[in-house]
T-cell receptor, first 111, second 114 residues
Framework: GEDVEQSLFLSVREGDSSVINCTYTDSSSTYLYWYKQEPGAGLQLLTY?????DMKQDQRLTVLLNKKDKHLSLRIADTQTGDSAIYFC???????????FGQGTELSVKP | GAVVSQHPSRVICKSGTSVKIECRSLDFQATTMFWYRQFPKKSLMLMATSNEGSKATYEQGVEKDKFLINHASLTLSTLTVTSAHPEDSSFYICSAVPVPDTQYFGPGTRLTVL
């Protein structure tokens, strides 16, 4: 079945780069997404990548996709305290546009 | 663009009462909206897919008579928790799909049932 896995915690110092990793199992996924959730809030779409791309860059965010290994990563350059949040990766499943979410990675940025 | 709102953001109700949560797409039309439930420190659990003008599709294990979904227009879907009990207390989040393959999420509704 479809499954998405993430590590649960990541701690970095302000100004460093953060790399959040995700693995998925559905090789037929067409889109993969990164969402950010701040405490008590909904999910904010950060970026997404189409499955025929290897990399997508958007300002401080870089998404890398290794389709062979089914591995997705999100790199945040110059991480700030405001980046502290839970980051979810998700893949679009093959049934009706549903998203399959990972467990979320809690990013803690220390000053 | 692609803003989704939810109302109310927080609600406290007595056990046995019903609560309605609204999900609106503010600047786009959405034929499909999704309803999720999130427990503390947990990922999102998809409850149902709401399609405008037709019945919602519920995930396995979700009681459709308890969680009533109505997608009456292209900008509004409602979730009604009927006869709420303390175990229904949770964070409920909706999402809407303005273009194929991308979901935009509302800010969530914190439901507390006393």
């Amino acid at each position: 079945g479809e499954d998405v896995e993430q590590s649960l915690f990541l701690s970095v110092r302000e100004g460093d780069s953060s790399v959040i990793n995700c693995t998925y199992t559905d090789s037929s996924s067409t889109y993969l997404y990164w969402y950010k959730q701040e405490p008590g809030a909904g999910l904010q779409l950060l970026t997404y990548i189409f499955s025929n791309m290897d990399m997508k860059q958007d300002q401080r965010l870089t998404v890398l996709l290794n389709k062979k290994d089914k591995h997705l990563s999100l790199r945040i350059a110059d991480t700030q305290t405001g980046d502290s949040a839970i980051y979810f990766c998700a893949e679009k499943g093959n049934q009706g546009g549903k998203l399959i979410f990972g467990q979320g990675t809690e990013l803690s940025v220390k000053p | 663009g692609a803003v989704v709102s939810q109302h109310p953001s927080r609600v406290i109700c007595k056990s046995g009462t019903s609560v309605k949560i609204e999900c609106r797409s503010l600047d786009f039309q959405a034929t499909t909206m999704f309803w999720y439930r999130q427990f503390p420190k947990k990922s999102l659990m998809l409850m149902a897919t709401s399609n405008e003008g037709s019945k919602a599709t519920y995930e396995q294990g979700v009681e459709k008579d308890k969680f009533l979904i109505n997608h009456a227009s292209l900008t509004l879907s409602t979730l009604t928790v009927t006869s709420a009990h303390p175990e229904d207390s949770s964070f409920y989040i909706c999402s809407a799909v303005p273009v194929p393959d991308t979901q935009y999420f509302g800010p969530g509704t914190r439901l507390t049932v006393l």
